[in-house]
DNA sequence: CTTGAACATCGATGTGTGTCTATGTCTGAT
DNA sequence: ATCAGACATAGACACACATCGATGTTCAAG
């Protein structure tokens, strides 16, 4: 079967929507962009999100991760895979080793629906 | 004993910081601004936010807020009072009625924390 | 083919959370 | 003083979740 139409992940059709003060969020919009913020709302994953976005050339290796925290390999791989499922997270597989990148595009519309003042 | 020291909720604290790709976030960081998103990663939760948020006037009663959703009257003020105690909700009484107020800098400051493009 | 390393998956467990019903606390009106 | 309405709190319960150790999978090296 063909998964030619899954390309976008759950990320790009969530959070492009208007500001949470312009107008009343519906319960589906609302459906949709809970579990980003979820996937956002631990702190173990917002630092992961945070060392795989800011790191250098843009993806961390996910050995480099492990050691970041005071938490077992499974741990974070449950994390990282939390964040991969919502869309939050891009992977790839190099050799023995798996890299991560940050999708900016989903954090800034996510960022953007959240915080954006009223006059 | 004098709460004079404590005007400020914890919203103004959390969120006040560099965006999530410039820098990897201090456990201490995360673990101010996890709670904040947790508060907001619930779909009822997310849509209270956005009703008081986006209503005219900038504030909402609870009755309003109610009879928005097919809850119970204790599940909608159990789900304001999280928004309430982590900062993101002001509470105002006024006769038999209570009205709450978002707080959009708190908003605004958490929207810039997460979705801030770098170059 | 075997070994070791990197990472994922599985199953178990304690803790957190969303929801409800029942009850309490104000406040304004009768 | 009593009553009714608006909202909060308390207790209970089912479910979700963060974490762990053990095990599985994949790949490169020897």
Redesign the pocket.
Known sequence: MSKSLLVLGPAETAACCSPLSSQPLSAQQAGQVAPLL?ALA?P?RLRLMSLVASHAGGEA???DL?DAFD?????I??????LHDCGLLD?E?R????YYRARTEALASLGALIGSASP
């Open positions: 979820k631990d173990v290796c996910v050995c492990n938490l077992s390999q499974p741990t791989s449950h994390h990282l895979k939390v992977r597989k050799g023995v080793w798996v």
